[in-house]
């Protein structure tokens, strides 16, 4: 007698799993951007490439788990959140590598140097991203929980306060974001023109990071609005 | 009748045998539909899930089985044009069961999501419109019997919501969700334990010859499950709250509470199904058995043996040892998604559907109900993910099954009327 079943059938492949392994693979990704910024300052361009290297391979797998989750999505499948929801959460938290990716590509491809004076600014902003990233990170470990409670009681408002957090971290690069700015406006004209503007792109590259890390949680939180 | 009388013995062996095969293959396939929520919730072993089934499939199929038993037998078919050929409805009763039991092995072999009782019911209504007469079909119950089967899905599902949201009202939306988890599940162990022994108290016990009355009934019942209920906190007030579990996911400690109850309602879901399904196989079983034993008397009262039931039983329980463990393998694999917070509010849900299907005598697909109950469950916001292509193969196995089960009846209704006459 063949062992097959029917009963196994009716429970789908639970997407909370695969999203969850999503954002650490991302959050992965994103925190290499520590040692890589080191490595540019220290100017040692043999580590920057092979940092670069490496966020740009765990970018890709992160989008093969993308492709696959979304696979397994299947029109039939009866969620708890609805499919859409879900498929925006990951499509953000996908773009959060893809954030990281684009800053790593942008120096290692014209070999920027960082002026001296944003240097110790620019590893904090670098460093309370990669914060926005983890905070996104824990907020989405928290969707197998939300599961658990059926996006009810006291649950939701333990991710709410996540969330709140997460907010603040981003606020806080926001602000040294701007500092940097500041900074390097006083000192662009030093500088050749076309180093400056891309210098402007990076930091703005770099301030999506937590940009799109905050947005993880701004989209859960509709989930939870009810 | 003399072909009954001079063939008597035959007809017995060859209903215990074909009965036997039928059992067999409820118990290999059908039983593994019944159990899988708890070993897909891990909260028992594919070994104790066999135990705790075999125990209580037979004691349900004992106890509790007589009254679908009587429906199958006698409430399809309205024998009373067949006073002068009674060995129409022997031939007949056997061709359903062979039917069943081959369509059952051929529909496992190939994974088709195919119902028991859908199998048998074809097959009588198959064998007695085209060997009797349309006439003989007694319509109105069969309508019943098939609205019982569109009812009893819903019906579970609806208990399951039930039962659901209040776990999370009581349970998991809380504060402290482990303390309050070890304080109200002992009630849904009540609850279980008080459910099953009531109905069969008030439905089963008259089969096997005791009577009782309703307050009777009622304490008893209650004293069961009282008894079920200290036993099951004895075992939860064992659990302790495991910190380092917790981290990685808050509720495995709750879960553990859950556990307990899970194994409860296991034996409830294996009653249950062994109440209903079990007479699947018995009821053509009985029917031969009475016939024959009234020397070709059709609709004479007469009271179900025993050892019929116990056919019944023992070729559940040799199925489900020879195959039933290596379903329950593959779909324990396959449930990850079923905590048993989930699974145990599903099954219960389920049990109480089947049991008192079977106390009203409905024979009812015990795995369509458990589904039910899983999409109840679901739609509580209990569930991750369900995939509800499921629901349209159900639809379709009712489409296939219930006309294949009767031509099968049909051919072997005629190959056994052409051997014996």
């Known amino acids: 007698m063949a062992v097959s079943n029917y009963m196994s059938g009716i429970f789908g492949n639970s997407p909370v799993k695969p999203m969850q392994m999503h954002m650490e693979k991302v959050h992965e990704c994103v925190s290499l951007l520590v040692p890589f910024f080191e490595a540019v300052l220290a100017e040692d361009w043999k580590k920057v490439e092979k940092t670069q290297q490496k966020i740009s391979a765990l970018e890709n797998e992160a989008d093969v788990l993308k492709k696959e989750l979304r696979l397994n999505l299947p029109k039939g499948l009866f969620m708890q959140v609805s499919r859409r929801d879900l498929l925006e959460i990951l499509t953000i938290q996908d773009s959060v590598a893809n954030k990281a990716k684009d800053v790593a590509g942008l120096i290692l491809g014209r070999k920027m140097v960082l002026p001296k004076q944003i240097a110790n600014d620019y590893l904090k902003f670098v460093q309370r991203c990669v914060d926005a990233s ?52 006083e000192i662009e004209n030093d500088m050749p023109p076309l180093e400056a503007m891309f210098m402007y792109k990076v930091i703005e590259a770099t301030g999506d990071v937590a940009d799109q890390s905050q947005r993880v949680g701004s989209r859960l939180q509709l989930l939870l609005a009810r | 009748m003399e072909i009954i009388i001079e063939n008597a013995s035959l007809f017995l062996i060859l209903a215990g045998v074909f009965g036997l095969f039928m059992a067999w293959g409820i118990g290999a396939n059908d039983v593994a539909n019944a159990m899988a929520t708890s070993v897909g919730s891990k909260a028992l072993t594919i070994k104790q899930a066999i135990l705790i089934a075999a125990i209580f499939e037979f004691a349900g199929a004992v106890l509790a089985g007589g009254q679908v038993t009587k429906t199958i037998r006698k409430g399809i078919i309205d024998a009373g044009g067949l006073a002068a050929t009674p060995e129409l409805l022997v031939y007949g009763m056997l061709a359903a069961l062979l039917a069943a039991g081959c369509w059952l092995l051929i529909a496992s072999h190939k994974g088709w999501p195919v119902s028991t009782t859908h199998s048998i019911i074809g097959a009588i209504v198959g064998f007695a419109i085209v ?74 016990l008259k089969h096997i010859g005791l009577e009782t009355t ?29 910190q380092s ?36 196989a018995v009821g053509p079983v009985a029917a031969v058995v009475s016939i024959v034993g009234s020397e070709g008397g059709i609709g004479q009262k007469s009271v179900l043996p025993i050892w019929v039931l116990l056919i019944g039983g023992a070729g559940i329980v040799t199925g489900l040892m020879m195959y039933g463990h290596k379903v329950m393998a593959t779909v324990g694999k396959k449930i990850t998604e079923l905590t048993p917070s989930r699974g145990f509010a599903a099954e219960l849900a389920a049990a109480t559907t089947v049991v008192l299907a079977s106390g009203t005598g409905l024979p009812i697909s015990t795995t369509h109900t458990l589904v039910g109950a899983v999409l109840g469950v679901g739609l509580a916001r209990g569930m991750a993910a369900l995939n509800l292509t499921v629901i349209r193969n159900i639809f379709m196995s009712w489409i296939i099954t219930l006309p294949a089960g009767g031509i099968l009846a049909i051919l072997f209704f005629f190959a056994l009327k052409g051997i014996f006459s």
């Open chain 1, 134 to 185: 983890a905070q996104a990170k824990v907020t989405i470990d928290e969707l197998d929980e939300l599961v658990e409670t059926g996006f009810r009681g006291t649950e939701v408002k333990l991710v709410q306060k996540m969330i709140k957090t997460l907010d603040k971290i981003e606020a806080d690069t926001d602000k040294i974001q701007r500092k940097i700015r500041l900074k390097l406006f």
């Open chain 2, 131 to 204: 060997g009797i007469g349309i006439h003989a079909v007694n319509w109105g119950k069969v309508g019943f019997i098939v609205a019982s089967w569109v009812i009893s899905p819903l019906l579970a599902g609806v208990i399951a919501f039930a039962i659901f949201r209040s776990v999370q009202k009581l349970i998991l939306d809380t504060e402290n969700p482990f303390d309050n988890a070890k304080k109200y599940v002992p009630i849904y162990i009540f609850m279980a334990g008080f459910m099953i022994s009531l109905v069969t108290l008030v439905k089963g």
């Open chain 2, 214 to 242: 309703a307050i009777e009934n009622y304490s008893y019942a209650v004293v069961i499950g009282l008894l079920i209920m200290a036993v099951g906190k004895y075992f939860i007030n064992r659990i302790e709250f495991d």
């Open chain 2, 245 to 280: 579990l917790n981290r990685s996911f808050h509720y495995a400690s709750v879960e553990k509470v859950f556990g307990v109850l899970m194994i409860v309602t296991a034996c409830a879901m294996a009653f249950a199904h062994g109440s209903n399904d079990v007479a699947n």
